[in-house]
Each structure stands twice: as C-alpha cells, then as structure tokens.
C-alpha cells in the first residue's frame, strides 16, 4: 500500500479523501482496535472511538488549529488513547490520575503495543517513543469529543421530527425573523410562528432528554 506523509494524510482528512481514510483506517485503526480491547472494549467501540478522533481532527484542521509535535500516528494514537480512558474512568467514577489532565505519547504507544515500531515521518528519520514523547492531549480536545457527541444526539432526534417542525426550527436557528417563518410556512400571524417553533424545540429537547446516551453522557460529566 501507498504511504502518505503526515502533509498528504492531513489535506486528505480536509479534503475527506476516500483513499486517504481507507488508508488510516487499515494502518491505524489496528491499533485503536488493540487498546479498547485490551481495556474493557469491544470492536464498534475501538470503531467509534477511531471515528470521534477523525471528526476531531477534521473540525480543528478545518478551524485552523491543529498543532502537532511529533508526527499525525503518534498524534492520533494518543488523542484516541485519551478519550477511551478519559470516558470509562468517569463512567466508573474515578478520577482522571494524570499530569493537569493530560498524557503522552509514551503512554499511548506502550499501550498500542507498538514498543518496537518506530515512526519515519516526513523526513525519513527515525523517532523512538521517547523522541515523540512531548506530544500532550488534554481537557480540550476531551470538550471537543462531548460537543460532538451532544451533536450526534441532536441530529439524531432532530431527523425524527415533523417536517414542518424541522422547517421552523431551521430558520429559527438561522435567525430568520418570525415575520419571514410565518410568511413561508402560511401561518396566520408572527406569534402563531412564535408559537410553533417553541411547541417544536418542547419535542426536540423531550426526546432528547429522554435519550439514554444523552442521560449517560450527563452523568459523566456530572462525575468530572
């Protein structure tokens, strides 16, 4: 199989290049799969898990600040690391025990059973785990991973609504005026819109409140 450099791998993610994603997930998602494995998990987790670290990814790529010490394997391996341990430590209820809430690349790649691989990078030279050692993850990646999970629940609940209930709320967010919602949904007046889209966020937020991954997801962060 082709290698990519650290460069290409992430202007692919950017791009969403399907070569570029078959291409991690054959190279790395072995390793995903070997920690979450060995630490309680099964095979759609590690799946999970590998794509929560993707979409991190991409959302800071495309926000522009994606910073990397050592190199994109390393990086990913640890932040994916990060949030599995991060999630069962509080669904147990035990407290995160690490430096300011952070680990490193050494940790992960013991973890990974990769003690023996060692990383080329871009430039052809070979890094030890203790090379790549500086690479840190810490609480705010770990937000990043709930708001995309609270977002997941949203959408998921969202696309169960009445069409017009998505309409309202859709222009609603997109801070279309009641005046404009009421004209293009043929309501009879500016409150009757009004109306309608808080009877419709009601359903929204009862669905979502009654979802039991939005009700664990709460608890978790409730034990932070």
């Known amino acids: 199989m082709e290698k990519y450099s650290d460069k290409a791998i992430l202007s692919g993610i950017k791009q969403r290049k399907d070569s570029i994603l078959e291409y991690l997930y054959k190279e790395y998602f072995p390793q995903i799969q070997r920690i979450v494995l060995k630490h309680g998990g099964n095979e759609q987790d590690a799946r999970d898990l ?6 991190i990814i991409f959302n800071r790529l495309v926000k522009n600040n994606l910073e990397i ?11 994916c690391r990060f949030i599995w341990f991060r999630q069962n430590n509080i669904k147990k209820g035990l407290v995160y025990d690490s430096v300011e809430g952070e680990t490193d690349a050494t940790e992960a790649m013991d973890e990974a059973g990769s003690e023996g691989d060692h990383d080329t990078g871009d430039r052809g030279t070979t890094r030890s785990v203790a090379d790549i050692a500086g690479e840190r993850i810490g609480d705010k990646e770990y937000s990043e991973y709930l708001e995309n999970q609270s977002e997941k629940i949203y959408q998921r609940h969202y696309r169960k609504l009445p069409g017009d209930c998505k309409r309202v709320i859709r222009m609603y967010f997109r801070k ?4 404009e919602i009421a004209k293009k949904m043929n309501y009879t007046s500016e409150d009757y819109g009004r109306r309608k889209k808080y009877l419709c966020m009601q359903q929204l937020m009862k669905m979502i409140n009654e979802d039991p991954e939005y009700i664990e997801m709460k608890k978790r962060q409730k034990r932070q």
């Open 50 to 55: 590998f794509q929560e670290g993707l979409i």
């Open 69 to 79: 010490k050592s190199s994109f394997h390393n990086y990913f391996i640890v932040l």
């Open 176 to 179: 279309k005026p009641f005046k």
